[in-house]
């Protein structure tokens, strides 16, 4: 499932509107060890290249995840009730994404 990256920054914009969050910058492009990744002080969201070619729904908990941390610095109790909320089985994504990142990544 290949999606165009206005795709993609549609979607983010999406999930921002959702979640009351205003955002100034987003970038698709290769990261090397992360899937994103989220830059308060310029409010500059980057997202690796690679959610382009993966499900909707890796997209969407990437694309959440990162917001979260707009107003949520951890992965605490908060962070991760507000994921149940927005994504429901949030925690099986997850699972997929850890399972891809150890093939991918050398964490």
């Not at 959610?51 to 107003?71: A, C, P, Q, R, T």
Request: charged letters at 35%; a positive charge; one cysteine or more.
């Amino acid at each position: 499932m290949t999606q165009t990256k206005e795709a993609f920054k549609a979607r983010v914009r999406e999930w921002a509107e959702k979640l009351d969050i205003e955002i100034k910058t987003i970038s698709i492009r290769p990261i090397k060890n992360k899937w994103a990744s989220y830059t308060k002080k310029s409010q500059l969201l980057i997202f690796n290249l690679e959610l382009l070619e993966m499900s909707k729904k890796i997209g969407d908990y990437v694309i959440v995840h990162e917001l979260l941390h707009f107003n949520v610095p951890n992965h605490g109790k908060l962070w991760k009730s507000l994921m149940l909320a927005y994504l429901g089985d949030y925690e099986k994504i997850e699972k997929r994404i850890k399972m891809r990142c150890s093939r991918d990544f050398k964490e």
